[in-house]
């Protein structure tokens, strides 16, 4: 089986530009995570979602938003980029419910680079 | 809140050596800790969860990790590394039911 797959790899945009960042979950998974990674730090929760509702927002601006489709598949859409918006954005799927407890299975993620 | 700090940023040792990655976290309700793993221009992959039971507990690839609640720490061990083990690995805490709380992260420098 694939396991989570991010499009694209890498991208370079300017500062106040819009991004779409896509996420396909591995077969059977219904939970899709958001995470931005900041060039060394960890990861940091964006959002979570389950059955295509939002079930939890981290500590980011307006300008993040996301959406679940009814084949599990996620965008990551974020607004107006600042040159902070820089890092690697990771997504994660789970099963079967999304629970922190659940191993959470990452794509390679997509890098953006904002200039 | 839940938090996690990795004492070390960096972790250098020769091939074949052990090695001890340590991991304190605080968290107010039911402890759920995680060792991910991250190769270069990679995602992350799990090496070992405690989620309750035994305070040992083993992973992939011959690392263990020691859920330690009086210490609040749960330190990634293995007893011999390898090349292959060059790495960032990353302490994770359950942080409420949908989301992980991770570390700076401990970069493990294998050398020949």
């Known amino acids: 089986d694939a396991g989570v797959t991010q499009s694209p790899t890498h991208l370079i945009k300017t500062r106040g530009q819009q991004v779409t960042l896509r996420c396909s979950p591995i077969s059977g998974h219904k939970s899709v995570s958001w995470y931005q990674q900041v060039l060394g730090q960890g990861p940091q929760f964006i959002f979570q979602y389950y059955e295509k509702e939002e079930r939890g927002r981290g500590n980011f601006p307006d300008r993040f938003s996301a959406r679940q489709f009814p084949n599990y598949s996620s965008e990551l859409n974020v607004n107006a980029l600042l040159l902070g918006d820089s890092a690697l954005y990771l997504c994660a799927s789970s099963f079967p419910t999304g629970d922190a407890k659940e191993t959470q299975y990452f794509g390679p993620g997509t890098r953006l680079l904002v200039l | 809140a839940q938090s996690v700090t990795q004492l070390d940023s960096q972790v250098p040792v020769f091939e074949e050596a052990p090695v001890e990655l340590r991991c304190n976290y605080s968290s107010s309700v039911s402890v759920y800790l995680f060792w991910y793993v991250q190769y270069p221009n990679q995602g992350l992959q799990l090496l070992l969860k405690?989620?309750?039971?035994?305070?040992l507990v083993k992973g992939i690839n011959g690392f263990e990790a020691e859920f330690n609640k009086s210490q609040t720490s749960f330190h990634l061990r293995k007893p011999s590394v390898h090349i292959s083990d060059t790495a960032e690995y990353f302490c994770?805490?359950?942080?409420?039911?949908?989301?992980?709380?991770f570390g700076a992260g401990t970069r493990l420098a294998v050398h020949p």
């Open positions: 994770a805490v359950a942080g409420g039911y949908n989301k992980l709380i």
């Open positions: 405690y989620l309750s039971g035994s305070t």
